[in-house]
């Protein structure tokens, strides 16, 4: 797909992502052992594309230090930074002046999925449509905005959440337009696709087309989905080309030390530097570089940051350590608890269980 080029929105810091380290935007943060935003590459550069322009409106600099020309990824990259937040189509027509080709495939930066980009824009190509959305099917809509399609794979309307949706299809943050449309968008202001775009191309008779499947697909806007997102690319259940290392229960890099009698498992990663103690379980998690989980500790479906400590008999399941705390002997954290950056818990500090 040489004639296809990509563009990529990346937003802000993520706030719902906190605490985890502070100082990178959410498509940044190491997850499976490598940028959010690698995974997402990795899947363009294999469906043949190699143009990519990448929009953002926060901390751009870290994007282009990471990432560089795109070389390195086998790709070009041209970096677009907005004065100010755009939204989703104000952002696209953002990049339209580094456009060249007639069909650009966009992507939400924040989904992690595993759909045939090589089909989705055969789809357009053979519906000859002026957008075309890729759909998934999940299993509970009614957290998603759904979008109805007819017999011929065509959008119907674009619906918000509702307790009752017609459909078990939803909008999966991966599009393809005609460059024309593109254009059309107004300029210089904030533009929502699913509120303004799209509902205006039906209003408008254009025709708008649906790529409906099952693919993988999770949006990674929460602490627990970039954990089972990190933990599912570590054991080959979502796909990437830009995973360091062999898929399996454990992504173990450099530098780590794991004891013997530990046991990690479910597709956890272990950071660079990372020391895991005698006895400890660890189980779906992301140790990132430098923590420290101690002996006899649990950790389970969890984020432990940079430098971060979990002392010896410490339980910590469905939490995020942010970087540097210190959750003491014998703690025990759960439930979506978040510990700050820096926090240190002192032994005991917090606990569920009864002491005898």
Request: charged fraction near 25%; proline fraction near 8%.
């Given at each position: 797909m040489d004639d296809v080029e990509a563009v990529v929105l990346v937003g802000g810091k993520g706030?719902?992502?906190?605490?985890?380290?502070?100082?990178?935007?959410?498509?940044m943060l190491p997850t499976a052992g490598v940028p959010f935003l690698a995974?997402?590459?990795?899947?363009?550069?294999?469906?043949?594309?190699?143009?990519?322009i990448l929009g953002t409106?926060?901390?751009?600099?870290?994007?282009?230090?990471?990432?560089?020309d795109g070389t390195a990824a086998g790709l070009e990259i041209t970096y677009v930074v907005e004065e100010a937040p755009l939204g989703t189509g104000g952002g696209i027509r953002n990049v339209a002046k580094h456009l060249s080709a007639e069909d650009v495939l966009v992507f939400n930066g924040d989904v992690l999925a595993g759909t045939d980009l090589g089909a989705v824009v055969a789809t357009h190509r053979r519906t000859a449509a002026d957008v075309t959305l890729?759909?998934?099917?999940?299993?509970?809509?009614?957290?998603?905005?759904?979008?109805?399609?007819?017999?011929?794979?065509?959008v119907l309307e674009f619906l918000e959440k509702t307790d009752d949706?017609?459909?078990?299809?939803?909008?999966?943050?991966?599009?393809?337009?005609?460059?024309?449309?593109?254009?059309?968008?107004?300029?210089?202001?904030?533009?929502?696709?699913?509120?303004?775009?799209?509902?205006?191309?039906?209003?408008s008779g254009s025709r708008v087309s649906g790529h409906v499947d099952t693919s993988y697909w999770r949006d990674m806007g929460t602490p627990a989905d970039l954990v089972h997102g990190s933990a599912d690319l570590v054991r080959g259940v979502a796909p990437s080309a830009a995973l360091p290392g062999p898929t399996g229960e454990?992504?173990?890099?450099?530098?780590?030390?794991?004891?013997e009698g530990a046991l990690v498992f479910g597709g956890t990663t272990v950071g660079r530097g990372v020391r895991i103690g005698a006895g400890a379980r660890v189980e779906g998690a992301m140790l990132f570089d430098g923590a420290v989980v101690g002996e006899g500790a649990v950790v389970e479906h969890s984020v432990v940051g940079y430098g971060?400590?979990?002392?010896?008999?410490?339980?910590?399941?469905?939490?995020?350590?942010?970087?540097?705390?210190?959750?003491?002997?014998?703690?025990e954290l759960r439930g979506g608890m978040r510990v700050w950056p820096d926090v240190v818990l002192p032994p005991h500090g917090v606990r569920f269980s009864p002491d005898v």
């Open positions: 706030t719902r992502l906190r605490p985890l380290t502070l100082s990178a935007p959410k498509p995974h997402l590459l990795s899947r363009i550069r294999a469906a043949g594309v190699r143009r990519v409106s926060y901390l751009a600099e870290t994007f282009a230090d990471h990432f560089g890729h759909l998934v099917r999940v299993q509970d809509p009614r957290a998603y905005g759904c979008v109805p399609t007819d017999t011929e794979g065509r949706p017609p459909t078990d299809q939803i909008n999966a943050g991966c599009y393809v337009f005609r460059r024309s449309v593109i254009d059309s968008i107004p300029e210089g202001r904030p533009v929502s696709v699913e509120r303004e775009t799209f509902p205006g191309l039906l209003a454990a992504l173990v890099l450099e530098g780590a030390e794991i004891a971060a400590r979990v002392d010896d008999g410490a339980s910590v399941v469905d939490t995020v350590v942010g970087d540097r705390a210190v959750v003491g002997a014998q703690c």
